[in-house]
């Protein structure tokens, strides 16, 4: 019984550290057409972020990336890495870029975990003021 009861207790316990980490699948909508668009797993790589896209949606429009350059110019979409670089600041994520595949765009970008299923996504050009804001929902 008592091992029972400290197993349900741990997997409690890693449930909610889990919910706490920007890590997983998250489901993203377009900012400005309030469509879904695709599923990106984030993960770490020798504590650096990256974020790569592992599923289209019906709203997603494009899926390859025919306005990329270099090698990434009519690439599929699934299976790009979207984020990178991304480095641990406090509570937010900072220094990376993020790549817009419908454009074939690189911005700057900052991830702020805003509760443990919502995550605040920030690109921009130079200033974080002139830039757009996506948030993200994790996917059950």
């Known amino acids: 019984m ?22 997983g699948v998250w489901k993203t909508i377009d900012d400005e057409e309030n469509v879904e668009k695709s599923h990106v797993e984030i993960y770490e790589e ?7 896209v592992i599923k289209l949606l019906e709203g997603a429009t494009a899926t390859h990336c025919n306005d990329c350059e ?5 690439a599929p979409i699934v299976g790009m890495v979207i984020l990178k670089d991304m ?3 406090g509570d ?14 690189t ?10 299923d919502k995550l605040y996504v920030r690109g921009y050009l130079g200033f ?13």
């Open 2 to 23: 008592k091992r029972t009861l400290l197993f349900a207790l741990l997997m409690v316990l890693v449930g909610s550290i889990q919910a706490q980490s920007v890590f």
């Open 46 to 52: 020798n504590g650096i972020l990256y974020g790569k």
């Open 70 to 74: 270099g090698d990434m110019k009519g």
């Open 87 to 89: 480095k641990k600041d």
């Open 92 to 105: 937010m994520y900072t220094d990376g870029e993020i790549l817009d595949p419908g454009t074939g765009s």
């Open 107 to 116: 911005y700057s970008c900052n991830l702020k975990l805003e509760s443990p």
């Open 128 to 140: 974080s003021l002139l830039g757009r804001t996506q948030y993200w929902y994790r996917v059950k």
